[in-house]
């Protein structure tokens, strides 16, 4: 088994038909103050399986800030069962739906693990509200 994607959007979902939607992605963010929550944000994790993939895997999360503190976790099991047509790959779309914790601005990582191996990161860079810069004996507090 192997990851194919994995990527923050705005919105993702399945279709009746099996399909992935994915709207919006991106990897970078700015905020209008620190700490804060990314609310809502939909992580998605396309992962590929073969007929050598039947059965239980682990599948984890590690949210890590620019540091590499860990602020978030999760982890799960997963079964796999036999595909209709053993000769082609089975899709298995991961969509979570997680708010993100940020402490401050940088590079954040979230890792994905496979039968608890790192398997793929996707990375956020998130930006902060500008310094000002402290300027004394400017007029009207003007700085050119």
């Known amino acids: ?9 705005d919105a993702a979902n399945l279709s009746q038909e099996g ?3 994915v709207l919006g992605v991106f990897d970078a963010v ?3 103050g620190l700490p804060t929550i990314h609310p809502r944000t939909h992580f998605i994790v396309r992962l590929k399986a073969s007929r050598d993939d039947v059965g239980s895997h682990k599948l984890g999360f590690r949210w890590l800030s620019p540091l590499d503190e860990e602020l978030w976790s999760s982890a799960g099991e997963m079964n796999v069962a036999p595909a209709p047509n053993p000769v082609f ?6 969509i979570a739906v997680v708010d993100l914790p940020l402490n401050m601005v940088g590079q954040y990582t979230m890792q994905v693990t496979l039968d608890g ?5 996707a990375r956020l860079f998130v930006n902060g ?3 000002t810069p402290l300027v004394t ?3 009207n507090g003007m700085v050119s």
């Not at 790959?89 to 991961?94: H, R, S």
């Not at 191996?117 to 990161?121: K, L």
């Open 117 to 121: 191996e790192p398997s793929a990161a």
């Open 1 to 9: 088994m192997h990851i194919s994607f994995a990527v923050f959007a």
């Open 19 to 21: 399909k992935l939607n």
């Open 30 to 32: 700015q905020v209008a």
């Open 137 to 139: 004996g400017a007029p």
């Open 89 to 94: 790959e089975v899709d298995l779309p991961i």
């Open 129 to 131: 509200p500008a310094q």
